[in-house]
């Protein structure tokens, strides 16, 4: 067998054990290649969760990293390119608009907060139902930011994703209570060790990717 012959078929080899073809034996390709390395999967949302994590440090930068992050993980389980340049890419062209959902989302944010403070403070009537309002309210604004981070292209902008946000949530109901168990994920993993937000985005990264491709019944 010439040398040439012997580097293709290692070169099949790896690709037939990787999921992402061409395969020995034409067995079918992997519908995601790239998270048949469960190890270098994990990896890779912890990687991402940190590069979240530094360019969402100012808070009104959350989506731009997030939705980054989320292309960033479609194209590394779709086995395609995911140098971590691509990532900082896609921040750049994410920070425009996305600095402007960001400081809707802390505003929406804090006057949600301040309202869930005013009724636990048995200052105004009702206070439980608005207490739950409020609770509610922080939950739609965690649903709608995570889906939009998850429709956002460079191609069609935030204009688009955030249009889409209730198409997304009226067609997967049930998507939209997993993105809002990711939230509270992600919120209750930061509140117990501040370092745990770092997989914790990660893995809503990953959830963002992970639930819209699901099986359903």
Known sequence: MATTTKREYKAAVRADRSGSGPTIDDTPVARFPGATAKFGLFGEVLMVGLLVAIAGILVVTLPAALAAGIRHLRRFIDAEASPARTYWHDVRAALPGGLVVGAVGVIAVAILALDIDLANSGFLPGGGAIAILGWVGLGAVAVALLAAAGAWTPETGWRTAVRSVPAIVMGDVVGALYLAA???????????LVPLVIPALGCAALAVVAIPARRRR
């Open 182 to 192: 990711t939230a509270v994920f992600v919120c209750v993993a930061a509140w117990a």
